[in-house]
């Protein structure tokens, strides 16, 4: 079982929609929980991050964690086309570097 | 502004090479990790290291090794270069234990 599963997409939303990311992990003992955006070609780039169950919001942005249901997910309000990415979860087992593991990512696409 | 610099785009090799992939960070962050990123894989976890000669394996270190002897810099090496070696290559860095500066890739071929 992979520590971190997503849908890989494509999710498609129109501009100005909300768009709804999500992620669910298998380890109930992971502690942190990580968004990265990848654009096609790019390199992945560290967006949100929650350690906490709620939701954390960043601008237009929202993490949510709920580790009850061991899911994550991202929000992006108005969505617009530069947020047309793949989007990585990445999720942290313990205090370590080498327990660090990422999901295979899900493309949104924002129609204008 | 935060730089990871990563020696080459792209780079063809043969099998059996011993291939070196170097990755420079001007931030004196402490943490630099390997990834390699596969289709319909992800990203994986070669190698990390958390100080000068400090390393520790990742989910896939096997056929590869690594060298930390300055702060900046942390070299990717491949022993003897296989096909399926082939892959994108990742380096980034961090100041706690997660990802969070990436280089811009290198795309490794091996023929």
Redesign the interface.
Request: proline share 4%.
């Given at each position: 079982q992979k520590e971190v599963e997503q849908n890989s997409g494509p999710l498609s939303v129109p501009e100005g929609a909300i768009a709804s990311l999500n992620c669910t992990y298998s380890d109930r003992g992971s502690q942190?929980f990580?968004w990265y955006r990848q654009y096609s070609g790019?390199?992945?780039?560290?967006i949100m991050?929650i350690y906490s169950n709620g939701d954390k919001e960043d601008g237009r942005f929202t993490a949510q964690l709920n580790k009850a249901s061991q899911y994550v997910s991202l929000l992006i309000r108005d969505s617009q086309p530069s947020d047309s990415a793949t989007y990585?979860c990445?999720v942290?087992l313990s205090?370590?570097?080498?327990q660090?593991y990422?999901?295979?990512?899900t493309s949104l696409t924002v129609i204008p | 502004d935060v730089k990871v610099t990563q020696s080459s785009r792209y780079l063809v090799k043969r099998t059996g090479e011993k291939v070196f992939l170097e990755c420079v960070q001007d931030m004196d962050h402490e943490n630099m990790f390997w990834y390699r990123q596969d289709p319909g894989l992800g990203l994986r976890l070669i190698y990390f290291s958390y100080d000068v000669k400090m390393k520790e394996k990742g989910d896939i270190p096997e056929g590869y090794s690594v060298s930390r002897e300055k702060k900046e810099r942390f070299s990717l090496i491949l022993e003897s270069a296989s096909t399926n070696q082939t892959s994108m290559y990742l380096c980034a860095t961090s100041t706690n234990l997660q990802p969070q500066h990436f280089g811009d890739g290198t795309r490794l071929s091996i023929l």
């Amino acid at each position: 079982q992979k520590e971190v599963e997503q849908n890989s997409g494509p999710l498609s939303v129109p501009e100005g929609a909300i768009a709804s990311l999500n992620c669910t992990y298998s380890d109930r003992g992971s502690q942190s929980f990580f968004w990265y955006r990848q654009y096609s070609g790019k390199s992945p780039e560290l967006i949100m991050s929650i350690y906490s169950n709620g939701d954390k919001e960043d601008g237009r942005f929202t993490a949510q964690l709920n580790k009850a249901s061991q899911y994550v997910s991202l929000l992006i309000r108005d969505s617009q086309p530069s947020d047309s990415a793949t989007y990585l979860c990445a999720v942290s087992l313990s205090n370590t570097g080498n327990q660090f593991y990422f999901g295979t990512g899900t493309s949104l696409t924002v129609i204008p | 502004d935060v730089k990871v610099t990563q020696s080459s785009r792209y780079l063809v090799k043969r099998t059996g090479e011993k291939v070196f992939l170097e990755c420079v960070q001007d931030m004196d962050h402490e943490n630099m990790f390997w990834y390699r990123q596969d289709p319909g894989l992800g990203l994986r976890l070669i190698y990390f290291s958390y100080d000068v000669k400090m390393k520790e394996k990742g989910d896939i270190p096997e056929g590869y090794s690594v060298s930390r002897e300055k702060k900046e810099r942390f070299s990717l090496i491949l022993e003897s270069a296989s096909t399926n070696q082939t892959s994108m290559y990742l380096c980034a860095t961090s100041t706690n234990l997660q990802p969070q500066h990436f280089g811009d890739g290198t795309r490794l071929s091996i023929l």
